[in-house]
């Protein structure tokens, strides 16, 4: 195996990466049977190699909690699997794919997949300046708003059901600064940015759209063994903390494990979501 990337499994699946394949292995299928017949548990499918050839290497890759769907984000774009109907999902258009480059995260919320995304077709210059108001954070490359010569910083929420492209988004949330880690617990999503705020959205699903309402920012600023958002490789909620407005994580930092409590929440006012969020429940394409 050259696992290049961070690969998650769940409890009962098992997911590992090559170069070419990924590779899934049932445990609770496993456990019924005897050691003879455990190889006949993996199942074993094939990257596109439409896709890989572009995009290797793979850089994330995730498996949903029934086990059921794998999706993987390389160099750009994203793509994903079905293990019932053995067929692999790529976007439509490759010119949409090179226009999104995973970083920071990509989960699985019930069959949608959301993804934290760079996006290189837009401009943020317009995005976010209230940011530039004091909200006493640190002073991260992106204080002023989702400016960025790189492009522009979104989670993007997708359909497995639905084609691969932009326009068939469940929802768009541009954030002000670069994703370094997202988790979901639950309906919690935790997203972790460079300018050192942890943002906490509650996903919840309206007649078949996923939208997403903003909790209280929590800021992490000195609280952090090595100082620096870059050494975060991820954040977890502690489930008995999953419904507090102040939550306890778990927090993976270079070589440290660390866990925060009574962590500062920003007030009202104080720091803009860097959420503006575009979600398909309406005709105007934006949230409430």
Partial sequence: MAA???CEGNHRTVSLLSD??????????????DNSQLDLCWHVSQIPLA??????PIKYAVVNLEGTRVAIAGKHGL????????KWHLFQSQAQERLLQCEGGLVWFGSFMVASMTRFDVDGGE???????????PPGPDRLGARSAAGQHQIIIFAADA???????????????RVVTMSIAGSLLLVYCEDGYLRQFYLFEDRGIINASLRQPL????????????????????????FDINPSLVVHEGRHLSLLT??????????DSGGQSDSRSDGDGQTP
């Fill in 4 to 6: 290049t990337m961070m």
């Fill in 20 to 33: 070419s394949s990924i590779y899934l292995y049932d445990c609770d299928f496993g456990a019924l049977d």
């Fill in 262 to 271: 009574d962590l500062l929440l920003v007030g009202e006012g104080e720091l």
């Fill in 219 to 242: 800021c992490l600023d000195g609280r952090l063994v090595l100082g620096d958002p870059h050494m975060v490789r991820s954040i977890q909620c502690l489930p008995s903390a999953l």
């Fill in 127 to 137: 995005a976010q300046d209230s940011l530039a108001a004091g909200t006493g954070g």
């Fill in 51 to 56: 896709y890989i050839s572009d995009n290797w």
């Fill in 79 to 86: 793509a994903h699997y079905s293990l019932e109907t053995q």
């Fill in 163 to 177: 084609p691969l492209d932009l326009e068939q988004a469940q929802t768009t949330m541009t954030l002000p600064s």
